[in-house]
């Protein structure tokens, strides 16, 4: 497939962004060393804006070579329901009603562990969390996850390994630990209903493999920072003690419950929003800040990235129907890496003839990979928002991330391609 100008310039911007999201930490240290244009170097400098800096720069440039018509014609359309739902599941996960309801739940299903508090907390958020992905989206499983971490393991005096280890083993078991249902994991939920794929297949096919690797990967991180946990003090009271009227809960899982089955139509999860908002103005004393400006700069950098990734499907799709099961799973966990997974198992959706092995190699491989990069799985900017501050410079190196998610995908590979 010959590509056109406009197409191989976005390849080229879409490129320099990705480079871009490997440096931001080098624009922070920056903003932190000198305080001459400091506010520019933390935009650029900000992972969340890079993608939505890059997509406005593609429009400028197609507006030049082409017309303004044409680059809006292009920009209405994209698709971004993605961005928007993960926007809106954010701040309704990370509400104070919800949890605190997560973090009682697991506090209690902690204490069914025979370790220290705190060390057996860990290992529940690493592996429970993540699962609960399947069922409440993975957006929201992943700010529920990264939230509890952060209220009692992630601070400026945790060791650099601790942080980094832990960050990529969330990663990739919110990537994988979705694929028990059909709806939750966006790499799925691209594919699913045109391949027909229900939650007995899910289960069958990706779901037990996934929790074990979800459970192997979790108890690995627990034992090899037993040590610093070891040192972390005795769980608070308040992580089991819920202060919110159970009709004020009650009503937040109904709202996040509403958005999650309405996540293809986001008028009425719009609408939804829209009414969770005034019920959370009605109730204030029992809510905290909503993270809106996190949830707005991760719908931003997902937006971003959907304006950039539409045109490189002339390269993609003939990239993945050109590579055989076995070098497609690996093929797909590589290029998850420099592209959005969703992204990936849409374009590859695209390809004619598929069979069984095409499909099953095309998905596993883009869950696989999808924690080695912030840009890899559509929840990891939700993390990677919520967790940053605890890092040098208040910046996560994307080398650091690559290196500690390495290993536990290492163990997704081995439970996709070993187990039947």
Not at 130 to 146: D, R, Y
Not at 285 to 313: P, S
């Amino acid at each position: 497939m010959n590509p056109t100008s406009i197409e191989l310039v976005a390849t080229i911007i879409f490129a320099i962004a990705i480079l871009h999201t490997f440096s931001t930490k080098y624009f922070e240290h920056l903003a932190h060393k000198s305080t001459h244009h400091a506010g520019l170097w933390h935009l650029l400098g900000e992972v969340e804006a890079v993608f939505g800096f890059w997509a406005m720069t593609l429009l400028a440039v197609m507006a030049v070579m082409a017309s303004k018509s044409e680059a809006l014609t292009y920009l209405e359309a994209r698709n971004f329901t993605e961005p928007a739902f993960v926007f809106v599941i954010m701040v309704i996960a990370a509400s104070r009603p919800i949890i605190d309801l997560a973090g009682a739940s697991l506090t209690f299903a902690a204490r069914l562990i025979p370790l220290e508090r705190a060390t057996a907390y860990y290992f529940v958020v690493l592996s429970v969390g993540p699962l609960l992905g399947s069922f409440i989206t993975e957006p929201a499983a992943m700010t529920l996850s990264a939230l509890l971490l952060r209220e009692r393991y992630y601070n400026k005096g945790a060791p650099s390994k601790f942080l980094y280890g832990t960050l990529g083993v969330l990663f990739v078991n919110i990537s994988i630990g979705g694929t028990l249902t059909p709806y939750a994991a966006p790499p799925v939920l691209m594919v699913a209903e045109k391949w027909g794929w229900d939650i007995g297949f899910m289960l069958h096919t990706f779901g037990w493999k996934a929790a074990l690797a979800v459970t192997i990967n979790a108890a690995f991180a627990t034992y090899l920072f037993r040590e610093h946990l070891a040192g972390v003090k005795t769980m608070s009271a308040e992580l089991a003690r819920i202060d919110v009227p159970i009709f004020v809960i009650l009503a937040h899982l109904l709202f996040l419950v509403g958005v999650v089955v309405t996540n293809h139509h986001p008028f009425v999860f719009a609408a939804i929003f829209l009414l969770f908002l005034g019920f959370t103005e009605a109730y204030q004393k029992y809510q905290k800040r909503l993270i809106l400006r996190e949830g707005l700069m991760v719908g931003f950098f997902l937006a971003g990235l959907v304006v950039l990734g539409g045109l490189q499907k002339w390269w993609l799709q003939p990239t993945l129907s050109s590579l055989s099961p076995t070098m497609l799973y690996y093929g797909s966990t590589a290029l998850t890496a420099i592209t959005d997974n969703a992204a990936l198992t849409y374009l590859g959706s695209l390809v004619d003839g598929t069979n069984a092995e095409f499909r099953y190699a095309l998905v596993a491989g883009a869950v696989t990979g999808g924690g080695l990069t912030v840009i890899a799985n559509a929840p990891n900017p939700a993390g990677f928002a919520l967790l940053r501050d605890s890092f040098e410079d208040g910046a996560i190196s994307a080398l650091g991330l690559f290196l500690a998610a390495l290993p536990p995908t290492i163990v997704a590979i081995l439970a996709f391609q070993l187990l039947p």
